[in-house]
């Protein structure tokens, strides 16, 4: 004769169905889950992967659009026998407001400026006004972008004082920035003037401030005009920065400089890193955070 089965043995006879029932639901359920979360993350890799294709797609047409658009332009300056004046400002002002952030324009600006100068045409003065007003208008649009991630300052020039100096030039006062956490300091020595032109003939030194040891001294000497744009026209210095000088006023007895500092990760798409840029800027990416 079997043992009595108590009250545990009962409750367990009687869950033991409902257990598997739970067990099974509770694998559908999980099943019903991961399939679900599977399903999402496909689409959303499919979205993604549509996303990159369309992106891809409109930039390859903008690309082949601007470079069509450059070669049409750059033949109109480059023919023996170009257009008119009229054509030849209007083609700059599109060359300008679309590539100023990878080409350099300055010899294109120089060369309609003399061409200008020898015209006879009297809507001369007219097109002069408009390449200098596209000029200056590119140069506040990339300094202001600049600025926004370096350091700059202005420095004003006395013409009349600068040319009776004579070949020693004019000293202005330095300048202590700060770019990434870097500080240098920038002077500057105005040699030269050339009023028809309306250009500078300068000597840039950047150094570290008294006592310090950030970088080892930079010099360039070169000219200054309205045409010279800070994404291209800039100085490289010895820790990967960049510091640019641009005209930003002319008068008949004074002229207006802006002195401006930035990373180099900022000058035009044309301006390649140094082998050496690069290694600095993984290394400190590496190197552990204090």
Known sequence: MGEKK????????????????LAALAVAVVGLRGSQ??????????NARLYSELMSRREEAESSLRKDMLVSIIQSFLRPSAGDLDSLVLNLELLAYNFHESLNLKPLFLDLQRRLAKAPDPEREEYRARIDRVAREITARQLFS??????????????????????????????????????????????????????????LTVSSPE???????????????????????????????????TM??????????????????????????????????LTEQAAPKP
């Open 6 to 21: 108590d009250l545990w043995d009962k409750a367990a006879v009687l869950l033991q169905p409902v257990g598997g029932g």
């Open 37 to 46: 979360v599977l399903n999402d993350r496909q689409a959303a890799e499919t």
């Open 146 to 203: 600049l600025e926004g991630h370096g350091d700059s300052f202005r420095r004003s020039i006395d013409l009349d004082e600068l040319e009776k100096t004579g070949r020693f030039g004019l000293d202005l006062e330095p300048e202590e920035v700060q770019v990434d956490n870097t500080r240098v300091v920038v002077a500057l020595r105005v040699l030269e003037v050339d009023r028809r032109q309306q250009q500078l003939f300068v000597r």
């Open 211 to 245: 006592g310090g040891a950030e970088l080892t001294d930079s010099r360039a000497m070169f000219s200054v005009g309205f045409y010279d744009f800070p994404l291209i026209d800039n100085t490289r210095l010895a820790n990967g920065q960049r510091c640019a000088v």
């Open 248 to 281: 930003s006023a002319w008068s008949k007895t004074n002229a207006d400089l802006t002195i401006t500092c930035f990373p180099g990760e900022y000058a035009s798409l044309k301006d390649r890193p140094y082998i050496d840029e690069v290694m600095r800027k």
